[in-house]
């Protein structure tokens, strides 16, 4: 016996295989994404007093399955029920584990037909397992306007053409950067929210890492892939200390690092190194990287600026864009002081421009050459644009300390 609490997230860990099973064997998403809901439903209520399965993965596709045949019965003529017969015959439960199902699912989910927002919105409605409401509150956007996204993400796939298969080898790199930008996408808004009461929404984070996880394994020749799970794992392995009790923002330099996940960090650091060591370095290890040197250092005084500074220097190369350039100008600080960073900060590229984070490191960068006035303005600045509370408070406290 037991608790559907307890079983939650066998359920989540099994939707996803479950739901490819469907879409692989019938097609049609909407229709299999419905059945698999009655699948969970049943074993939510059977399995606490009946117990587990031995075969829990192949209960729900069997189970699955029935649901989605008797819809369909329902729903069609006799004369297409036995034209069709034969291809509604129910998968069988052993499915072999050979095949890439979770992967295949991503890609669909990252279809190129799809905007970015659609992207993030299905894969964590079909691969995460969340439902609706959940992916609206973790967004920040309304129940309604996530089940629109879905919708129309299911429709363009299916306008598309797009069948339960994997790409060929040629559409296969463009379609794996979709997949690992949406799994970053969705970290990064788990990690520090766009906007709201809360600085973490850890629901994301942890489906992220969860996902890549699950990616990892299957492509391990792919460097990104692992150079995504490590920038993931460095990253939220900070994330204890990175609030006070109060929800109130710790900048890195003032963390309590023992508060650090160090299993997390020892995990991320031997993947981004193995990766950089042997396959062709990208901008995810490029990042990994300079989350390791941060991770690794035993103090904030103690932080490889220089080695940062060099990995920045090459993420430029590979992979530029306004962010990079922003952190790039703090390394530059760090290394060369604040003079020059400022000057870097000058001549960055227009697309900063209004940017709360641009004001924010200004403020950084004229704090520390002493320019007290213009630190505090700049703070200000930065607390007007962003909006995300504990951003705020914090910047606001800043400038408060400045005038002091």
Not at 92 to 97: D, F, K, T
Not at 142 to 161: D, F, H, L, M, Y
Not at 163 to 189: C, D, M
Not at 290 to 313: F, K, M, N, R, S
Request: proline fraction near 6%; aromatic fraction near 4%.
């Amino acid at each position: 016996m037991g608790r559907v609490s307890d079983l939650e997230p066998l359920l989540r860990d099994l939707a996803p295989q479950v739901l490819a099973a469907l879409v692989r064997h019938y097609g049609d998403f909407d229709a299999a994404e419905d059945a698999v809901q009655e699948a969970l439903l049943a074993a939510a209520t059977q399995w606490p007093a009946e117990g587990v399965p031995d075969n829990p993965r192949g209960w729900l596709i069997t189970v699955a399955s029935r649901a989605r045949i008797a819809a369909w019965r329902k729903d069609t003529a006799r004369e297409r029920r036995e034209q069709t017969a034969a291809r509604l015959s129910a998968p069988a439960a052993e499915e072999g584990p050979a095949r890439d199902d979770t992967l295949t699912l991503l890609l669909l989910c990252c279809h190129p037909a799809l905007t970015p927002a659609s992207q993030v919105a299905l894969t964590l409605r079909a691969v995460g397992g969340l439902t609706t409401a959940e992916i609206a509150r973790a967004l920040l956007v309304p129940e309604a306007t996530v089940a629109q996204r879905i919708s129309r993400a299911k429709q363009k796939i299916r306008a598309a053409g797009a069948r339960f298969t994997l790409p060929p080898p040629e559409e296969l790199p463009v379609r794996l950067a979709a997949v690992l930008h949406v799994l970053y996408l969705i970290f990064n808004e788990g990690y520090t929210a766009s906007s709201g009461q809360r600085l973490h929404r850890v629901e994301l984070t942890a489906e992220a890492i969860r996902l890549a996880r699950q990616l990892q394994p299957r492509l391990p020749g792919e460097g990104e892939v692992a150079g995504l799970l490590a920038l993931m794992l460095l990253t939220d392995a900070r994330r204890p200390a990175r609030t006070r009790a109060d929800g109130a923002l710790v900048p890195l330099a003032e963390q309590d690092r023992t508060r650090w996940d160090r299993a997390a960090i020892a995990e991320g650091v031997d993947l981004v190194s193995a990766a950089l060591t042997t396959t062709a370095v990208g901008p995810y290890q490029l990042q990994a990287a300079i989350a390791a040197v941060h991770d690794e250092a035993p103090t904030a005084a103690d932080t490889d600026w220089p080695q940062i500074l060099g990995l920045y220097d090459a993420l430029d190369r590979v992979a530029p864009g306004p962010m990079v350039t922003l952190n790039r100008v703090v390394a530059v600080a760090m290394v060369h002081g604040a003079p020059a960073g400022l000057d870097a900060l000058a001549a960055a590229d227009e697309a900063l421009a209004g940017h709360h984070r641009v004001a924010a490191v200004r403020a950084h960068l004229l704090e520390m050459a002493g320019d007290a006035a213009g630190a505090r303005a700049a703070y200000e600045q930065a607390a007007r644009q962003t909006l995300s509370e504990p951003e705020r408070a914090y910047l606001v406290a800043r400038a408060a300390q400045v005038s002091t």
